[in-house]
């Protein structure tokens, strides 16, 4: 692990992220040992923390990828990380298979909802998208659509224009991604998002 030089205290800010996660989650909630590479960086990156960013090799100008296998606790780390996030930087977290299901029922208007903001209304924001992969391809009328790519292509037209950020959550590798939502997306993500990626061993917290 290497050594942190930051003008913040990355133990007391572990100590508060494990109290907060206590009053969210209970008091089975805890910071692994294991678990710290991944969380100095995800500290560093929602403090807006430069120079340990620059150590780390995060762009703050893109979003955030937390990748790792079921159960890692990817969610519920990324919704501790809200509360250590400066106002102007603040984001939901969205489940992908909730959109899913507002697509069935509202069609193509959920594209816009969740990347330029409400209809007629421009009012991009910064959402983390949960469990990327586990919605699936979804009849509107009997037109199948990719919600998720159309939405993540939708935020890169943002994310060049406007520096809009996007957030995930996944369990999918690379090449899944690029399985399930092509090529496209995958090269966009690559310019929109630091990968912060979870060891493929980490076992089931659950």
């Known amino acids: 692990m290497q050594e942190i030089k930051s003008q913040y205290n990355y133990e007391q800010v ?31 990156y929602f403090l807006k923390d430069q120079q340990t960013c620059f150590q780390f090799n995060i762009n703050l100008n893109k979003g955030i ?3 790792g ?3 890692c606790g990817k969610t519920s780390l990324m919704n501790v990380m809200k509360y250590l996030t400066p106002t ?11 959109i899913s299901f507002e697509f069935i029922q509202e069609g193509y ?10 209809l007629y209304v421009s009012e991009p924001k910064t959402i983390c998208f949960d469990d990327l992969g ?5 009849k509107y009328f009997g037109n199948e659509c990719n919600v998720m ?8 037209d943002l ?18 991604i690029e399985t399930h939502y092509g090529n496209r997306v995958r090269s966009r993500l690559r310019q929109m998002i630091n990968l912060i990626a979870y060891d493929k061993t980490t076992k089931d917290k659950r």
């Not at 508060?16 to 991944?38: Q, R, T």
């Not at 594209?111 to 409400?118: A, E, L, N, Q, V």
């Not at 994310?159 to 995930?168: A, E, R, V």
């Open 14 to 44: 572990i100590l508060w992220l494990e109290k907060k996660g206590g009053e969210l989650y209970g008091n089975h909630f805890k910071i692994l040992e294991s678990d710290l590479p991944i969380i100095y960086k995800l500290i560093a």
């Open 65 to 67: 990828m937390l990748s």
């Open 69 to 71: 296998p079921v159960g």
């Open 88 to 98: 102007e930087h603040k984001f939901y977290i969205k489940p992908c298979r909730d």
């Open 109 to 118: 208007e959920i594209i816009h909802k969740y990347s330029k903001g409400k």
């Open 134 to 138: 586990t919605e699936n391809n979804l």
């Open 149 to 156: 790519a159309e939405i993540l292509l939708s935020r890169y």
């Open 159 to 176: 994310f060049t224009s406007k520096k809009l950020q996007t957030h995930i959550t996944t369990n999918l590798s690379a090449s899944e």
